[in-house]
């Protein structure tokens, strides 16, 4: 059984930074693709960043330019680094991996982390 283990959330003010990372228990190029998704309360889990095996990024519009998908192979270990965190980022994120070759839908992803709660207020 795959895990994957997300740390680094926390409280932050508003233009704050913070830096999510996700370990998992096994290789990351055992997965097609994975990504940090987020989810407010009342809201559906949405993509906020996902890398493929082949390095290929994808972010919402939301984020661009502010947050950044990392990968540290050796590490087994995916990142998200937030910049200029704003207040409508506060959700708790998580970390997804998906086995096939499939769209960006949190749906079409197969494992999933316990989630790290991200709270932008001041």
């Known amino acids: 059984q795959v895990q994957l283990v997300e740390s680094g959330g926390g409280l932050v003010q508003p233009g704050g930074s913070l830096r999510l990372s996700c370990a998992a228990s096994?290789?990351?190029?055992?997965?097609?693709?994975m990504g940090w998704y987020r989810q407010a309360p009342g809201k559906q889990r949405e993509l906020v960043a996902g890398i493929t095996s082949g390095g290929r990024t994808n972010y919402a519009d939301s984020v661009k330019g502010r947050f950044t998908i990392s990968r540290d192979n050796t590490k087994n270990t995916v990142y998200l680094q937030m910049n200029s965190l704003k207040s409508e980022d506060t959700a708790v994120y998580y970390c997804?991996?998906?086995?096939?070759?499939?769209?960006?839908?949190?749906?079409?992803?197969?494992?999933w982390g316990q989630g790290t709660q991200v709270t932008v207020s001041s």
């Open positions: 096994r290789s990351v190029f055992n997965f097609n693709a």
């Open positions: 997804g991996a998906r086995l096939g070759i499939s769209s960006w839908s949190h749906r079409q992803f197969d494992y």
